[in-house]
């Protein structure tokens, strides 16, 4: 089960409100996955067994007879995010056990045939892009970074980014060249860019400064380096370019996507690219 998409397939099936996603990823954050939702996530307890029961219904116990002394043998990584999604759904009785296991039944084969966010990615994207396939396969592979490597799980939203205000935002892009081209570009206000970079660096940090930014640019050249290692497997030789920021630039490059993208401390812009943003 792909450990950090769940918050995305549940927008894109419409179990969940755009405007009430990031309320359940800032929840996510604090939720630690229960026996239950670790044994329904891991398919050791089926449906057929648990019945219908809510978190407060006794389910974790419900769980704990199921699996007797095995019980004690499982556990979540600190990072699944799927799965803490899912507890703090279950904590806001949004969802009840049978209908959790319906959701990781259904997320589990969907995101077999075609991965969350590069479904997200096609329904924002104009019909006339000819890059989509590969702004898609960049987005999942900044979700699985910022999940792996700045521990904040991100959900690709259904309007696309509109900016910021003036002078109140920083961007930081990286470029990477080769068989093909493509810039993508953080655009965030200083409260972002100083999760970002905590979240990567987990060191803490008080504002915007040389090593905020030098944080941003390292998670964007990561994000880089494992796309052009992705490629590499099809024959595709990239290159990286290095990593460039600004301060409230203005904006515009050739065939650009800009995505709005959710997190569990505010939103943030993506702006995938043909070319340079600023």
Not at 61 to 90: H, N, P, Y
């Amino acid at each position: 089960m792909n450990n950090h998409a769940f918050a995305q397939y549940l927008l894109n099936v419409d179990k969940i409100k755009a405007e009430d996603v990031e309320d359940l990823l800032r929840k996510s954050l604090k939720a630690e996955p229960g026996t239950a939702v670790i044994g329904i996530g891991k398919s050791l307890v089926s449906q057929q067994e648990l019945g219908p029961l809510h978190a407060d219904d006794g389910l974790d116990e419900a769980v704990r007879d199921i699996l007797g002394d095995d019980a004690d043998k499982i556990s979540a990584d600190k990072d699944d995010f799927t799965l803490k999604t899912a507890q703090a759904m279950l904590d806001e009785h949004m969802v009840s056990s049978s209908e959790l296991c319906d959701l990781f039944a259904m997320y589990d084969d969907e995101a077999e045939r075609l991965n969350p966010f590069i479904k997200a990615v096609k329904s924002v994207a104009p019909e006339d892009l000819e890059e989509v396939g590969a702004y898609g396969e960049y987005t999942r592979v900044f979700a699985d970074a910022f999940s792996n490597y700045a521990h904040l799980p991100i959900v690709v939203m259904p309007d696309e980014f509109g900016g910021l205000a003036r002078n109140t935002y920083f961007a930081v892009s990286q470029k990477v060249f080769g068989d093909l081209q493509i810039v993508g570009a953080i655009v965030a206000d200083e409260n972002m860019c100083i999760n970002i970079a905590h979240g990567y660096s987990q060191e803490p940090i008080d504002g915007v400064d040389s090593f905020t930014i030098d944080c941003m640019m390292e998670f964007l050249n990561v994000v880089t380096g494992l796309l052009a290692v992705d490629y590499a497997k099809k024959d595709i030789d990239l290159e990286l370019g290095a990593p460039r920021w600004a301060d409230s630039p203005l904006l515009h490059a050739t065939n650009e996507l800009p995505l709005t993208i959710a997190t569990g401390c505010g939103t943030f812009g993506l702006v995938i690219a043909g070319d340079e943003p600023f």
